[in-house]
Nanobody
Framework: LVQLVESGGDSVQTGGSLRLSCAVSGGTISNYCTAWFRQPPGQQREKVVDEDLYGHRKTYIDPVQGRFTMSQDSAKNALILQMSSLKPEDTAMYYC???????????????WGQGTQVTVSS
């Protein structure tokens, strides 16, 4: 059973930084396509960044480009999302996800964490 547990969410002021971690058990991250999603209050969940299984290309949404960086900690089998220059509009529940690569730039996410809350105040 693959399980994902996020941590690192917190309340910070505008311009602050946070490092989210997603600890994975029951599977090896390198065997999956991966992503971070977020869901702001009262809004739909959106994908923030993804990495495909082959080529390991990362794609970020425009609002976080240059501020967020996704990486993997192979030793800990964890996904990392380093966030800097945080803005109030980054306030959301953040989720990590693992999935099966079903085609070029297509991943079926079937393993999710429970989420970690990020709140950015002005």
């Amino acid at each position: 059973l693959v399980q994902l547990v996020e941590s690192g969410g917190d309340s910070v002021q505008t311009g602050g930084s946070l490092r989210l971690s997603c600890a994975v058990s029951g599977g090896t991250i390198s065997n999956y396509c991966t992503a971070w999603f977020r869901q702001p209050p009262g809004q739909q969940r959106e994908k923030v960044v993804d990495e495909d299984l082959y080529g390991h290309r990362k794609t970020y949404i425009d609002p976080v480009q240059g501020r967020f960086t996704m990486s993997q900690d192979s030793a800990k089998n964890a996904l990392i999302l380093q966030m800097s220059s945080l803005k109030p509009e980054d306030t959301a529940m953040y989720y990590c996800a693992l999935g099966s690569q079903t085609g070029p730039r297509r991943c079926e996410y079937n393993h999710w964490g429970q989420g970690t809350q990020v709140t950015v105040s002005s």
